[in-house]
């Protein structure tokens, strides 16, 4: 069935470095655009960042911008975001979610369980 | 950016009732309008895209409507599964989400 598998959470300090993978399954990853997405304890979701399916066009959430980094492997089927100079305010369980078709302007049809960040000393 | 302002924030109602919200965009999104139905400790789940369009498997008693920017979704007769938390989402420019609204057992 078509499946959104998250790793690479934990505990990182402030200023540290952190790589999420989403493994895809059950679908033409390269087909569809990929976004990840975040929510702080007990708050809503917050939009992170964008990635065409061929990995041509990127977008980022200006909270994010200059520090995170949005990447596929269509090879592996997986989507990465690569999350440097971290602050308290990024600790958030980080979902990633598959657009509904193969346009930018789709909503997000599939989501993964989500992978918590942690950003504390 | 375009904002998207939900409400109310919570709503207490029984199984059974009829239950509208709300979504108002800051400028005009056209349909790009989705709605999502979260549980807690559980990921988004799609219900609704293009503003009124059923997502496959949604039960038909949800429902949206709306375009430019007033938007809503109503769940005609209230189930227990139903009490989540539910977010609007445009995406005509970027994404964004709106705070949220959770239904509550009344």
């Known amino acids: 069935q078509v499946q959104l598998v998250e790793s690479g959470g934990g505990v990182v300090q402030p200023g540290g470095s952190l790589r999420l993978s989403c493994a895809a399954s059950?679908?033409?990853?390269?087909?569809?655009?990929m976004h990840w997405v975040r929510q702080a304890p007990g708050k809503g979701l917050e939009w992170v960042a964008f990635?065409?399916?061929?990995?041509?066009?990127?977008y980022y959430a200006d909270s994010v911008k200059g520090r995170f980094t949005i990447s596929r492997d269509n090879s592996k089927n997986t989507l990465y975001l690569q999350m440097n100079s971290l602050r308290a305010e990024d600790t958030a369980v980080y979902y990633c979610?598959?657009?509904?078709?193969?346009?930018?302007?789709?909503?997000?049809?599939?989501w993964g369980q989500g992978t918590m960040v942690t950003v504390s000393s | 950016d375009i904002q998207m302002t939900q409400s109310p924030s919570t709503l207490s109602a029984s199984v059974g009732d009829r239950v509208t919200i709300t979504c108002r965009a800051s400028q005009s999104i056209s349909s790009w309008l989705a709605w999502y139905q979260q549980k807690p400790g559980k990921a988004p789940k799609l219900l609704i895209y293009?503003?009124?369009s059923l997502e496959s498997g949604v039960p038909s008693r949800f429902s949206g409507s709306g375009s430019g920017t007033e938007f809503t979704l109503t769940i005609s007769s209230l189930q227990p599964d139903d009490f989540a938390t539910y977010y609007c989402?445009?995406?005509?420019?970027?994404?964004?989400f709106g705070q949220g609204t959770k239904v509550e057992i009344k």
């Open positions: 979610a598959k657009t509904a078709g193969p346009y930018d302007r789709d909503a997000f049809d599939i």
């Open positions: 059950g679908f033409t990853f390269s087909s569809y655009g």
């Open positions: 293009k503003a009124s």
């Open positions: 989402q445009q995406y005509n420019s970027a994404w964004t």
């Open positions: 990635i065409r399916y061929d990995g041509s066009n990127k």
